[in-house]
């Protein structure tokens, strides 16, 4: 496991790589796309300090999709890979293969299975993948006859938009409930309420094109602030692969009840999917398998805790996803562990403290660990922080123990005022 993006001196080609978005996803991806004997240059836009340790960044915002084909264009990108959703769903991809340009990522309707919760139900509905049911409710709803469909359970309301990970609500309370549908209703139109879906979550990240889908190790992310699962909800303060829920047993049942079917669908389409599907899973108390959501795009921390397991080519297999030949690519895993930890900024995931000088051997570690970036930037040439989620340390190891271990002793050894993470990441697997 090295986080150096390998030797360009030992490379076999002169492909260029341009990585869209400036957060621990696209650090990741940079560090692993590096490694490839293909690829001597990375760009990232924008990136952050830590992609500029070992790409060149561009000013350029991820949403920005005239200005990313532009880049694109200018550095002469084999291979486009983007990182978030927004870019996505405002059809990034679409402008990208209209001007001859492989990019690893779905076009503007496909995206849309993140774009609107609504159509990934319905898709799901549609291939008779196993998901908790649902009303639609707009102005002429009964609200109250909804509920009471789904009362004696908390209530999982949930917008119908990119909300930037803030536009659910699961709540006990009626009255919480119903201000939360009336709001989203007020703004959006509509709501979904689904019903509550009890056991274990997980994640699985699945390459897809019309040819082929390969699924990585599963991994489990921890989403509240607090030790213990407890707090405020946040993008994610760490996370392990692979996640011991999925089994054997349970990975098949994903595979024949939900990685199959949305292949089957998605790959039958004229534009079909070619890019990488999140699978968030709900595993029931009986090993059964159920879909909370789909994302279109790598998960962030999940994508921390991934790709250092992928021990073949990351380059020739989103290659290959994004030009439809995936049933070309042979997949390889390391039998290791990986674990992340992320240091967050303090007020998260409140409004951060931004600005700080952050410090530390532990920034210099090489070896079985990744310091992967996010919300980091270069002021007067000291490292600040720049957002919530500051940056995450990734250990990997034989077991999941040794994992944490690695991570642990080198998040200890990076300072940064008023900082906080959580010490009891992959406490249910540990």
Not at 397 to 411: E, K, M, P
Request: aromatic share 6%; hydrophobic share 40%; charged share 20%.
């Amino acid at each position: 496991m090295s986080n150096s993006g390998g030797d360009v001196d030992s490379k076999a080609g002169d492909d260029i790589v341009l990585i869209v978005g400036g957060g621990g996803r696209e650090h990741a991806l940079a560090i692993s796309l590096l490694e490839s004997v293909d690829v001597v240059e990375v760009h990232v836009a924008p990136g952050n300090a830590g992609t500029a340790l070992l790409a060149t960044n561009h000013a350029v915002s991820a949403s920005d999709v005239e200005s990313q084909v532009e880049l694109a264009r200018r550095v002469g990108a084999d291979l486009v890979v983007v990182g978030p959703e927004v870019p996505l769903v405002s059809g990034l991809a679409d402008r990208l293969r209209g001007e001859g340009i492989l990019c690893f990522g779905p076009d503007a309707d496909n995206a849309m299975l993140e774009g609107s919760k609504l159509r990934a139900k319905q898709a799901m509905r549609n291939l008779s993948v196993p998901t908790a049911d649902f009303h639609v409710l707009d102005p002429s709803s009964d609200f109250n006859a909804a509920l009471d469909d789904f009362s004696g359970k908390p209530w999982v309301i949930k917008r119908d938009v990119l909300a930037g990970g803030k536009g659910v609500v699961v709540t006990s309370d009626r009255d919480e409930a119903v201000e939360f549908i009336l709001q989203s209703i007020a703004s959006d139109g509509k709501v979904l309420l689904e019903d509550f879906l009890p056991g274990e979550e997980a994640s699985m990240l699945v390459i897809m094109d019309e040819s082929a889908a390969i699924c990585l190790p599963p991994s489990q992310d921890h989403k509240r602030v607090g030790e213990g699962d407890v707090g405020l909800n946040t993008g994610g303060m760490g996370a392990y692969c692979p996640a011991p829920v999925i089994t054997d047993e349970v990975r098949d049942k994903v595979m024949e009840r939900i990685v199959g079917p949305m292949h089957i669908g998605l790959s039958s389409q004229v534009n079909p999917y070619r890019g990488v599907l999140y699978v968030g899973l709900m595993i029931d108390s009986q090993g059964d398998p159920y879909v909370v959501e789909f994302n279109v795009r790598f998960g962030d921390p999940e994508c921390q805790v991934t790709m250092p397991l992928i021990s073949s080519d990351v380059y020739h297999m989103l290659a290959a996803a994004a030009a439809g030949k995936l049933d070309t690519y042979e997949a390889a895993f390391s039998a290791g562990h990986c674990l992340t930890v992320v240091l967050a900024a303090e007020g998260y995931p409140g409004p951060p403290a931004k600005g700080r000088e952050i410090s530390g051997r532990g920034l210099s570690s090489t070896g079985e660990a990744w310091v992967i970036h996010a919300g980091t930037g270069l002021h007067d040439g000291k490292l600040v922080s720049t957002g919530g989620r500051v940056l995450s340390v990734t250990g990997y190891g034989i077991d999941l123990a040794a994992a944490a271990r690695q991570a642990y002793s080198v998040i200890d050894q990076i300072t940064l005022e008023g900082s906080h993470y959580r010490r009891d990441i992959g406490f249910r697997a540990l």
